[in-house]
T-cell receptor, first 115, second 116 residues
């Protein structure tokens, strides 16, 4: 079975600070996909990034960056220079074709950015 | 760009009533997923459809049923509603994966169901 763990339940920062969200996953599949979604207070789920298990290259996209390390089964996500609008719950998720392509979510990390 | 449409956005029902939630995927997306998110919880997979056929099933109660129609829209039917069914119900759509792997699921705004 697949499992995603987000150990941090809530993080509070002051605007312009960097925020790193931890994500650890478990899967027996050799090919899988990792995602980060954002859920603002309005409730919708917004796709942020996707990574394939066969591509460990870490990238930066605007103020977002991620660190995928297969050796430790981690897929951490960083928001640089946080803004109040970044306040939301962030979910890490895992899927694979072998598991029917459904998303398995972590418990979420609530990020509160104070002005 | 067109997004996933869900209706209604809010629904209030009483115990033992029935409810029907609708989902209209992004055009040319052939796969639909349903998720249930209880208060303070992460979304949990219920059921999925690919090309109008059920492709996978999660922890969906027997009281719930769903289908995907010829125009690819999907409906989640819920009967004998219980208080514990109160949740945010998301529909997500995805195009068929490419040779490079799965593509992301795009979520609708959700239907907030309250059972009283």
């Amino acid at each position: 079975a697949q499992k995603v763990t987000q150990a941090q339940t809530e993080i509070s920062v002051v605007e312009k600070e960097d925020v790193t969200l931890d994500c650890v996953y478990e899967t027996r599949d050799t090919t899988y996909y990792l995602f980060w979604y954002k859920q603002p207070p309005s409730g919708e789920l917004v796709f942020l990034i996707r990574r394939n298990s066969f591509d460990e290259q870490n990238e930066i996209s605007g103020r977002y960056s991620w660190n995928f390390q297969k050796s430790t089964s981690s897929f951490n996500f960083t928001i640089t220079a946080s803004q109040v609008v970044d306040s939301a719950v962030y979910f890490c998720a895992l899927s694979s074709e072998a598991a029917g392509n459904k998303l398995t979510f972590g418990g979420g990390t609530r990020v509160l950015v104070k002005p | 760009a067109a997004g996933v449409i869900q209706s209604p956005r809010h629904l209030i029902k009483e115990k033992r009533e029935t409810a029907t939630l609708k989902c209209y995927p992004i055009p040319r997306h052939d796969t639909v997923y349903w998720y249930q998110q209880g208060p303070g919880q992460d979304p949990q997979f219920l059921i999925s459809f690919y090309e109008k056929m059920q492709s996978d099933k999660g922890s969906i109660p027997d009281r719930f049923s769903a289908q995907q129609f010829s125009d690819y829209h999907s409906e989640l039917n819920m009967s004998s509603l219980e208080l514990g069914d109160s949740a945010l119900y998301f529909c997500a759509s995805s195009p068929t994966g490419t040779a490079w792997g799965l593509l992301e699921q795009y979520f609708g705004p959700g239907t907030r169901l309250t059972v009283t």
